[in-house]
Nanobody
Framework: QVQLVESGGGLVQPGGSLRLSCTAS????????MSWYHQAPGKERELVAG???????NYADSVKGRFTISRRNVENTLYLQMTNLKPEDTAVYYC???????????WGQGTQVTVSS
C-alpha cells in the first residue's frame, strides 16, 4: 500500500539545523510532485516548500534562504534541509505527494520539529 514516512524531526536550539526525510513506497515516486507542509498548534497546515517532477522548487517566504527541498528518485526519498531554525518553525512537518491538479495525493503521518532553547 501507499506509504509516506517522515523522519528526522526533534528538538533543536534556535540557529540550529535539521534534515527531514520522507521515504515513499507503494507508488511511482518519480512521477509525483512533492511538498513539505507544517502545522503549528492551533494553526492551519501551511505549505513550506515544494519540488516538481522536473525538480523546480518553490518556498514560503518565511523559509527562503534557510530551507532547501530536494528529492532523490532512485531512493524514493524527499528531503528538507533546515538551517538557522527559529522558534516559529516549531510545528509538525508533513510530506505530501500529488499529481497535476492534485487529482491524486498522499500524506505522511508527520514528524515533530521543536525549536527552543
Amino acid at each position: 500500500q501507499v506509504q509516506l514516512v517522515e523522519s528526522g524531526g526533534g528538538l533543536v536550539q534556535p540557529g540550529g539545523s535539521l534534515r527531514l526525510s520522507c521515504t515513499a513506497s507503494g507508488f511511482t515516486f518519480a512521477i509525483y510532485h512533492m511538498s513539505w507542509y507544517h502545522q503549528a498548534p492551533g494553526k492551519e497546515r501551511e505549505l513550506v516548500a515544494g519540488i516538481s517532477v522536473t525538480h523546480n522548487t518553490n518556498y514560503a517566504d518565511s523559509v527562503k534562504g534557510r530551507f532547501t527541498i530536494s528529492r532523490r528518485n532512485v531512493e524514493n526519498t524527499l528531503y528538507l534541509q533546515m538551517t538557522n531554525l527559529k522558534p516559529e518553525d516549531t510545528a509538525v512537518y508533513y510530506c505530501k505527494a500529488f499529481t497535476d491538479n492534485d487529482s491524486h495525493n498522499y500524506w505522511g503521518q508527520g514528524t515533530q520539529v521543536t525549536v527552543s532553547s
